[in-house]
Nanobody
Framework: QVQLVESGGGLVQAGGSLRLSCEASGRTFSNYHMGWIRQAPGKEREFVAGISRGVITTYYSDSVKGRFTISRDNVKNTVYLQMNSLKPQDTAVYYC???????????????WGQGTQVTISS
């Protein structure tokens, strides 16, 4: 089992920045692809960003490309999501997720955190 705990959500004005963190425990962190998925009220879950295990490759949805940056620290067992130029439409619960295998650009993951609320005011 992999346990994931997110932090860093909050309320910011449009144009502002937030950094989300997700600390993992339970298994060897470096063996897992990591991702951030969000869900806005009344909408389905949406892939936001992902980062591979091993040779690092990053992936982004078109809606956040150029504004968000995903990174990982395998010593600290933590994945980050730096979010800049935030927009009201970025408002959602953001979930950290992990999987060992499979497509990274996806909403299906094996392990999930509890989620952290991000609210962007206009």
């Amino acid at each position: 089992q992999v346990q994931l705990v997110e932090s860093g959500g909050g309320l910011v004005q449009a144009g502002g920045s937030l950094r989300l963190s997700c600390e993992a425990s339970g298994r060897t962190f470096s063996n897992y692809h990591m991702g951030w998925i969000r869900q806005a009220p009344g909408k389905e879950r949406e892939f936001v960003a992902g980062i591979s295990r091993g040779v690092i490759t990053t992936y982004y949805s078109d809606s956040v490309k150029g504004r968000f940056t995903i990174s990982r620290d395998n010593v600290k067992n933590t994945v980050y999501l730096q979010m800049n130029s935030l927009k009201p439409q970025d408002t959602a619960v953001y979930y950290c997720a992990a999987k060992r295998l499979g497509t990274i650009v996806a909403v299906q993951w094996n392990y999930w955190g509890q989620g952290t609320q991000v609210t962007i005011s206009s």
